[in-house]
């Protein structure tokens, strides 16, 4: 199954790319790696705000990084030039969990996008990571995160 397939059999419509919201690009190429830049979670089209540990849930931050994991792989389709065919390896994820001073679970709130990942890429979707809890993201998201790719 292709990953347009395995997206249109998850229900997934990707979104028009998001623009920056400071002085930076949405993606940079070096060679076959494409970084691409943080995106922060949303829901509804508007900043998905709240803390973890706080207000939102373990299980609403995993859907909070799901659909950060959604506009990621907009961002990379834009990146690989319209066909997300070209993506070789999702190599890595950095996670950073909005999150109360004794909040633990960032790992699983990142597991959200991690999953999203290997079912729409399957093996190649596998990638290394990092989940941190900070005191605070830009605009109050409870979630943000960014991508490494290798592309073919």
Same mark, same amino acid.
């Not at 347009?4 to 993606?27: D, G, R, S």
């Not at 089209?45 to 849930?57: D, E």
């Not at 890429?121 to 941190?132: E, L, T, V």
């Given at each position: 199954?292709?990953?347009y397939?395995?997206?249109?059999?998850?229900?997934?419509?990707?979104?028009?790319?998001?623009?920056?919201?400071?002085?930076?690009?949405?993606?940079?190429? =070096?060679?076959?790696?494409?970084?691409?830049?943080?995106? /922060?979670?949303?829901?509804?089209?508007?900043?998905?705000?709240?803390? !973890?540990?706080?207000?939102?849930? =373990?299980?609403?931050?995993?859907? %909070?990084?799901?659909?950060?994991?959604?506009d990621? /792989? %907009?961002? !990379?389709?834009?990146?690989?030039?319209?066909?997300?065919?070209?993506?070789?390896? /999702?190599?890595?994820?950095?996670?950073?969990?909005?999150?109360?001073p004794?909040?633990?679970?960032?790992?699983?709130? =990142?597991?959200?996008?991690?999953?999203?990942?290997?079912?729409?890429?399957?093996?190649?979707?596998?990638?290394?990571?990092?989940?941190?809890?900070?005191a605070?993201?830009?605009?109050?998201?409870?979630v943000?995160?960014?991508?490494?790719?290798?592309?073919?």
């Amino acid at each position: 199954m292709s990953v347009y397939e395995k997206l249109k059999a998850l229900n997934i419509e990707l979104p028009a790319v998001a623009t920056p919201a400071a002085a930076y690009v949405m993606y940079a190429q =070096t060679g076959n790696t494409v970084f691409i830049s943080g995106h /922060i979670a949303k829901q509804d089209g508007k900043v998905w705000i709240g803390q !973890l540990g706080k207000n939102i849930t =373990t299980e609403e931050g995993k859907l %909070a990084a799901r659909a950060v994991a959604v506009d990621l /792989i %907009a961002t !990379l389709q834009a990146a690989c030039g319209g066909d997300l065919t070209r993506v070789k390896r /999702i190599v890595k994820l950095m996670s950073l969990v909005n999150s109360t001073p004794d909040y633990t679970e960032q790992h699983l709130v =990142t597991n959200g996008a991690s999953e999203l990942m290997v079912e729409v890429f399957g093996d190649a979707g596998k990638h290394a990571r990092s989940a941190f809890g900070v005191a605070q993201i830009p605009m109050g998201a409870c979630v943000e995160i960014e991508l490494i790719a290798e592309l073919a």
